[in-house]
């Protein structure tokens, strides 16, 4: 990991980590580096204006004042090529299209260096993406997710079967290489999970959700997890 990258990972760690704060033993044995780097690489976090805050003596650390941010800036060229990777490598996700607003407006925040050398390393990945669902479909979706409202769809099943059903939205998952909308169906009184490609049309009706949560689909696919940052370590 070049300097530049671990400082960002750094800066996060200790964000993350809020009032309790980190060791420089701890930090040193995250990053694979030493005590000593930690350091010196805490100092140029706080000479660059970061509030760091540090307690001597045994459970002491350092921390990171509640709300500091990093700017834009500090994401190396490899960062900002893999977001515009990841974007562009799945567009039937949910909300690509606003994140793909975000990572021209990063772009348009870094350096003229960083940029232009970020914009070289683009041009050195490329992407086949499956075809995506119909703009109008994903927008019903996402809206219907975001203001937990009941969602009216025409879906057809594996068998050929046509249905139309309301459905209350409870998450969206992607296995095996497909999105999926999972949510409590109405017509089955059960949890489904639709496969988004199959959902011929979809609108967002008044009615809104009746709480059925997260925990009720279950644990996530074994090769899944929230896209939160749940499990990560720090």
């Known amino acids: 990991m070049k300097r530049t990258e671990r400082l960002h990972a750094l800066f996060e760690m200790l964000r993350r980590n809020g009032s309790r704060g980190c060791s420089a033993e701890r930090l040193a044995g995250e990053f694979g ?14 000479s660059s204006g970061a509030p760091l805050w540090s307690r001597p003596g045994p459970g002491g650390g350092y ?5 500091a941010t990093l700017p834009p800036v500090s994401l190396s060229p490899a960062q900002a090529v893999a977001l ?3 974007v562009s490598a799945a567009p ?8 793909a607003s975000g990572i021209h407006k990063v772009m348009d925040v870094l350096d003229p260096r960083t940029r232009a050398r970020a914009t070289e390393l683009a041009g050195r990945v490329w992407v086949n993406p499956v075809p995506s ?4 479909i994903r927008s019903a979706l996402e809206e219907a997710m975001s203001e937990q409202r009941v969602l009216r769809i025409r879906y057809t099943s594996g068998d050929g079967t046509t249905t ?11 296995t095996g290489g497909r999105w999926y909308l999972v949510g409590w169906c ?8 639709f496969t988004v490609q199959r959902i011929e049309r979809a609108s967002v009706t008044k009615t809104g959700c009746t709480g059925h949560t997260v925990e009720e689909v279950g644990a996530p696919p074994m090769n899944a997890r929230p896209v939160n ?3 990560e370590s720090g």
Request: proline letters at 5%; hydrophobic letters at 45%; aromatic letters at 6%.
């Open 33 to 46: 580096v030493s005590v000593r780097t930690i350091k010196r690489d805490l100092a140029s976090l706080e």
């Open 63 to 67: 921390g990171l004042a509640l709300g």
């Open 84 to 86: 515009m990777a990841a």
């Open 92 to 99: 039937d996700a949910p909300y690509a299209d606003l994140a």
């Open 133 to 136: 669902s119909p703009r109008r």
């Open 164 to 174: 139309t059903r309301d459905v209350e939205p409870v998450l969206f998952a992607s």
């Open 186 to 193: 109405r017509l089955r009184d059960a949890m489904r999970w």
């Open 229 to 231: 940052g749940t499990g």
